[in-house]
């Protein structure tokens, strides 16, 4: 039996002594204190109808989208995680309408965070995986409120992102801007545990994620690149292809890390004008940052996703083309024809 097991307290401690940073302990306790809002929803996702946490709010959030019961609780476990430990200046969250400031009388922290508090959220009813994703920007030095402008920072300059997949076990994966890693939580103890240390997409793949029921709606670029997959060993790939949807980003990007593929949710002619369907500031950009830090390539199909300049809407959306570099790099060819 292994008894050199390495929490991912001790891990961030560890590795912020070895990169030689001042720590002050702050970004320790950030992530700390989402690593806690994450068992917590771990915890009563794990439970589903026994905890009475499946079914709808009866709300909408402010893109429209239905909120089930469990998208409310699990932002509200983050915000109350965030906002009460001085580590944190500022929220944007997709079940927030605006962003969040802190409470009077609450300490301001170093750090604005940006969250989806449950992604797949339509699968909590059916006990298929959803996860929450999260990013980390420096909070502007003024030590004042941050404003929605503080927020509009290009993915280049996030400080730190991460998901918290809700599986058959729950997996906390990170990164800091030096790989990714990934732990495991063992609930007999309530602790995430190094499990998959630098944590590598593969570079080569057969396997894609994509709606294939927007097919009539995809530019041409995915609609010839979707049909060459599909052509198989006949077509001018080459090979044959392998197709999975989870309806989760984060359940694709954790498969895609494990053991390689792409995922796509382009631009199409419904969502052209929004700019695509994911959110940029805390879908697109924090699964951007993990992919590339595993060596991977996160594209719009004309741009680095995490160069895209934020407009300063917190529901920003983007158009999502992230995995296998040289599958992403095959799909950018079709774009550029
Ligand atoms: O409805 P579709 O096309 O299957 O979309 C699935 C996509 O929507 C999302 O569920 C959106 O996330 P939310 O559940 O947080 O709104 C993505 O995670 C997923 O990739
Ligand atoms: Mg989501
Ligand atoms: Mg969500």
Redesign the pocket.
């Known amino acids: 039996m292994d008894t050199q097991l390495t929490t991912l307290s001790s891990f961030i401690i560890d590795e912020q002594r070895r990169l030689g940073k001042q720590a002050s302990g702050e970004f320790t306790g950030l992530l700390n204190d989402i690593s806690i809002a994450c068992k917590s929803i771990a915890s009563l996702v794990n439970k589903g109808a026994l905890a009475g946490v499946l079914g709808v709010a009866g709300s909408e959030n402010a893109m429209g989208?239905a909120q089930k019961k469990m998208?409310l609780i699990a932002n509200d476990l983050f915000i109350n995680a965030l906002q009460h430990n001085g580590h944190c200046a500022g929220m944007a969250s997709?079940e927030l309408d605006e962003i969040l400031t802190l409470p009077e009388g609450k300490i301001r922290g170093s750090y604005l965070v940006t969250f989806?508090p449950?992604?797949?959220?339509?699968?909590m009813d059916i006990n298929i995986d959803?996860g929450a994703i999260f990013s980390i920007l420096k909070a502007p030095a003024s030590g004042e409120d941050p404003t929605a402008e503080d927020f509009a920072r290009p993915g280049v300059e996030q400080i730190a992102a991460g998901y918290c997949l809700y599986g058959p076990s729950s997996m906390f994966v990170l990164t800091t801007g030096n790989g990714v890693n990934g732990f495991t939580l063992d609930t007999s103890i309530g602790e995430f545990i190094l499990t998959h240390p630098d944590m590598k997409v593969p570079e080569t793949t057969n396997e894609f994620a994509i709606?294939a029921?927007?097919q009539r709606h995809w530019e041409p670029a995915v609609q010839q690149y979707i049909a060459d997959c599909q052509a198989g060993e006949t077509g001018t790939l080459g090979k044959n292809y392998n197709m999975r949807?989870?309806?989760?980003?984060?359940g694709?990007i954790h498969r895609i890390l494990c053991r390689g593929g792409v995922?796509l949710?382009p631009i199409d002619e419904r969502n052209r004008e929004a700019g695509g369907?994911?959110r940029l500031l805390y879908?697109g950009n924090p699964m951007a940052m993990i992919v590339e830090q595993a060596g991977g390539l996160a594209s719009t199909g004309y741009q680095r996703i995490m160069e895209v300049m934020p407009n300063g809407d917190p529901h920003q959306r983007v158009a999502v083309i992230m995995g296998s570099k040289q599958e992403v790099e095959t799909i950018l060819k079709y774009h550029e024809a």
């Open positions: 989208d998208d997709e989806d449950l992604d797949g959220s339509s699968n959803v709606n029921s927007n949807w989870v309806a989760a980003m984060v694709e995922f949710y369907k994911l879908e």
